[in-house]
């Protein structure tokens, strides 16, 4: 694959832009503390692209807009029109989907010295302005990776089109159990923010290319022990129109929660190391089974002799289910208590 570079000399930065440091307690320029860059998947976002990237602040120190094999030339059209001379232009020789790009952007942004990545999509459902709250906990030195939650506002919610605040919050509870952040929601949120040190730590090119990319970003993170946080940010829907079909998230997004999950349980409890938590999973599992088989075996056996079954094999059953499913919920409060809370930018 060949990767193409354009660099806009035209014009001169936005005017630079201040934040709080919460540790000083004071007011000073991110940009001198730590490189912001900003990646942009493009593909079909011809119509918003260009305004979208004259709202992004001067706490930005270069934006990297990737081409993903647009066939409106969206990356041509930045390459012509964009007056901002921190844009750079990436072009895909073939279309990698909008994990893929984001993939791209994030090593460009890297090599380049950046400290803090931050993925904005193109077509304008995420507003810019945001930015600064957004990048507030990685330049705080709170978290690793944090994300936009349209959740946290009912009033906000309320505007989401209701066919996605159900598919969210149904994929919302399967990352959750996938990716073990138990306490993040709105996995899909395409408005996040990366710190270097969590990029370094991830197999990037391992990450799905497609719409599940967020989602399987999240399994990584965790495998890497990256403390990640949620950001209220308000659901805004214009007239933009989103390339996900649903039929692709139904049918293909279960499987791989249920394959990233496994992978997380094997890799955390069993391969790196043991805990408390790697028994009660296996006695759990363990107690359930034997008790559902040694059950079912002895109803039918009863049957076929004209019997019924007797209280001690009931009881014996039913009690060594139930003991099973109580390590199996002390292994779930377990795994939630294990989340992340040391950012990997602080060791």
Known sequence: MTIHFFVNQNACLASQGNMRDPKLGGTKDVRETMKIHVVIPSFKVEKHILQVL??????VNQIWVVDDKCPNGSGELVQSSSK?????????????????ATVTGYRAAVEA?????????????????????????ITAGLSDYAKGNRFDSLQELMRMPKSRIFGNAGLSLLSKISSGYWTVNDPNNGFTAIHRSAIERIPLEKLSKRYFFESDLLF?????????????LPARYGNEKSNLK????????????????????????????????????VAGIALMFTGAIFGISSFL?????????????????????????????????YDIQSEPRNPLQGR
């Open 113 to 137: 010295g950046a400290d803090v990545v931050v993925k904005l999509d193109g077509d304008g459902q995420m507003h810019p302005e945001d930015l600064p709250q957004l990048i507030k906990p």
């Open 220 to 232: 990584r993170l965790n495998l890497a022990s990256a403390v990640v946080q949620d950001v209220s």
């Open 54 to 59: 004259s709202r992004i602040g001067g706490e």
């Open 84 to 100: 901002d001379d921190r844009v750079r232009v990436i072009f895909h020789d073939e279309n990698q989907g909008v994990g893929g």
């Open 301 to 333: 056996a009863a049957i076929e002799v004209g019997q019924t079954t007797t209280a001690g094999q009931v009881t014996f059953a039913s009690l060594t289910i139930i003991l099973g499913f109580q390590l199996l919920l002390s292994f779930v409060s």
């Open 246 to 281: 649903i039929w692709k998230v139904v049918f293909e997004f279960p499987w791989k929660h249920f394959r990233n999950y496994w992978k997380r349980i094997g890799y955390r409890y069993y391969l790196r190391e043991w805990s408390i938590g790697s028994i009660e999973l």
